[in-house]
């Protein structure tokens, strides 16, 4: 398309006229970069079209300008905006009850944004003892390097947090359930004891459908995209929603001055992937309570860490505040198996890969050392009966494949190593 096609007044239209047939002179080079394209109207489809961009062209010097007085200009870099990357980012917001999303090149850089917005030398941040490894370690580097102050809580303590905050005290973070060792906090009541301190929830365990977290009380909701909203295990994604215009023009500054912008291309491959993700989660939950369930009932089983099951820390909570159940849970195995045979048994597993993340199709399988990550709040808890009959913790994500086929696959590797 020409540039300045499509202008509003009938001057501007004339002009485009004229460049066209002045056109028929230019050579082959000029006429593929400024070709003449006309494409008839009323062609519709589901997909949404991609727009890709890093130039974003102006219609006029004057409406350049204009932008640079604005804050937030509507369509100023490809690095800010496309069409693309805005529909997504409206879907996700209206799915989790939000006014505005941003979106970050993965979970991670969703989670960096949000201390380097609400942050700065000398503030604290309260984060949760269960919190996901990369937090913990992005939250220590700050405090090491950076002057910021961080203390970890028990995640079960609920209104409790509210003793901890310090005049200093500007982040509370929140995760549900835990990652590893999948405790459900009492989000509201943590929500109300912060007292108009920052509330930020990363809840990528729920894809973004199985809680409100705006309607709880939370300030800033974090997903990973890469998981369920990707569906594939082909795409990095993180996003940032809030309700509140201040903030998020706090959080957009923030991004623009790290300049963090995501593909189009990744956009569109999650946009693809969203009208089934109800679906989806609602066929891992399955899975995921099938193998649980059948893992409770083993004796080379200490616990089954599940939110659906009553003896998941914070179940209650889950009852209350969630709508139902992801595929990611956690099984604490007998001591007496030790790490070396828990190894051996997840690596003769057939259907379960052996890496991070998760959300796809394909189910996965992983040992964690959880009192290694653990400062505020014991490991196995207090009140476990037991407890030193405790040992290694597998964290099972159930993909896609049939639930008979993922406890056959258990079953047979544990018939060969936990015994």
């Not at 589901?46 to 890709?52: C, G, K, N, Q, W």
């Not at 010097?61 to 690095?79: F, K």
């Not at 059948?294 to 914070?314: M, S, T």
């Not at 709040?377 to 639930?403: H, Q, T």
């Amino acid at each position: 398309m020409a540039r300045g096609e499509g202008g509003k007044d009938g001057g501007a239209r004339e002009g485009n006229q004229a460049r066209d047939d002045a056109s028929a002179s230019d050579g082959p080079s000029t006429r593929l970069t400024h070709p003449r394209i006309d494409i008839p109207e009323g062609f519709r489809a589901f997909p949404t079209a991609v727009s890709r961009a890093s130039t974003t062209l102006f219609p006029n010097v004057a409406a350049l300008r204009e932008a640079e007085t604005q804050s937030d200009p509507l369509w100023s870099y490809g690095l800010n905006s496309t069409p693309t990357q805005m529909e997504l980012a409206q879907r996700l917001a209206q799915m989790e009850g939000g006014a505005h999303c941003l979106l970050l090149p993965s979970g991670l850089s969703a989670i960096s944004l949000t201390l380097f917005a609400c942050l700065k030398a000398g503030d604290e941040i309260l984060a949760p003892d269960n919190a996901y490894g990369p937090l913990r370690t992005h939250a220590n580097w700050l405090a090491r390097d950076y002057g910021l102050q961080v203390r970890y809580y028990d995640p079960m303590l609920g209104a409790g947090v509210g003793a901890l905050i310090s005049p200093q005290t500007k982040l509370i973070w929140i995760e549900t359930p835990g990652s590893v060792t999948m405790e459900l906090p009492d989000v509201p009541a943590i929500a109300a004891a912060a007292r108009g301190i920052l509330t930020a929830m990363d809840h990528t365990w729920t894809g973004g459908l199985l809680i409100r977290p705006f309607e709880l009380g939370v300030d800033i909701s974090i997903q990973a995209l890469t998981k369920y909203q990707s569906g594939a295990s082909d795409v990095l994604m993180g996003s940032v929603v809030t309700r509140d215009a201040a903030l998020h023009t706090r959080l957009l500054k923030i991004r623009k001055l790290l300049g963090l912008g995501v593909s189009s291309d990744d956009c569109y491959f999650i946009l693809r992937s969203l009208p089934t993700l109800a679906a989806r989660l609602r066929a891992h939950e399955e899975r995921a309570l099938a193998l649980a369930q059948w893992l409770r009932e083993r004796p080379e089983v200490y616990r089954v860490l599940h939110p659906a099951f009553p003896e998941c820390p914070g179940h209650v909570n889950w009852l209350r505040d969630y709508s139902g159940a992801s595929s990611l849970f956690s099984a604490v195995f007998h001591q007496r198996f030790g790490q070396s045979r828990i190894d051996a048994f997840i690596d003769d597993l057939r259907l379960f890969g052996i890496g991070y993340s998760w959300g796809g199709a394909h189910s996965l399988a992983l040992p964690y050392d959880i009192p290694a990550m653990r400062s505020a709040a014991s490991w196995p808890p207090a009140d476990w009966p037991a407890r030193e009959d405790a040992g290694i913790l597998v964290r099972f994500y159930c993909g896609l494949e049939d639930a008979p086929d993922l406890i056959e696959d258990v079953r047979q590797s544990m018939a060969r190593h936990l015994v």
